[in-house]
């Protein structure tokens, strides 16, 4: 016949003291709380795949608002060079493009008695990719643009207005 040892005597089973020492058993055979390796993993890669979504849609929406600013800045140079051919009754000349409507009487053109700049810098305006915008004209007609994200001319995703 074999005799079980009770690990706590039963005049205190159901009382305080043999929760207690329920409890600090528990603590020494190891069911400590906290996270797992594999719980803690789970929620970086939960967090690291919200933060690459969202930081997709960010740059995504970034990139439109370089093209749209472009564009804004592109109507003001269309402004001036509508300005300009007013004044002169031609555009300006390709090889002096852009830099008429921000310094005219220095490129050698009038602009009516004490005109300024075309536009609303005496600094030629550049690209939101920190480029100059092209410019083409034959004196009748023009075209504007920006190189893009690329920063090179006639390729796809250069911007028009």
């Known amino acids: 016949?074999?005799?079980?040892?009770?690990?706590?005597?039963?005049?205190?089973?159901?009382t305080a003291l043999h929760v207690a020492a329920a409890a600090g058993r528990a603590g020494r055979h190891g069911s400590a709380?906290?996270?797992?390796?594999?719980?803690i993993m789970v929620v970086v890669i939960i967090i690291g795949t919200i933060a690459g979504l969202v930081g997709v849609k960010v740059l995504d929406r970034l990139e439109q608002a370089r093209e749209?600013?472009?564009k804004a800045q592109m109507a003001s140079i269309r402004s001036g060079l509508d300005l300009f051919k007013m004044?002169?009754?031609f555009y300006p000349?390709?090889?002096?493009?852009?830099?008429?409507?921000?310094?005219?009487?220095?490129?050698?053109?009038?602009?009516g008695a004490g005109k300024?700049?075309?536009l609303n810098s005496d600094q030629l305006p550049v690209d939101p990719w920190g480029m100059p915008y092209g410019y083409m004209s034959d004196g009748f007609s023009y075209t504007v643009w920006s190189g893009g994200p690329d920063?090179?001319?006639n390729t796809p995703d250069d911007v028009h207005p």
């Open 1 to 14: 016949m074999r005799f079980f040892m009770l690990r706590t005597p039963l005049h205190t089973r159901g």
């Open 33 to 39: 709380s906290g996270f797992t390796l594999l719980e």
């Open 68 to 70: 749209e600013s472009a």
């Open 87 to 89: 004044d002169n009754g």
């Open 93 to 111: 000349p390709t090889d002096i493009g852009i830099l008429a409507l921000v310094q005219p009487k220095q490129a050698g053109f009038g602009g």
């Open 116 to 118: 300024g700049s075309y």
């Open 151 to 153: 920063r090179q001319p």
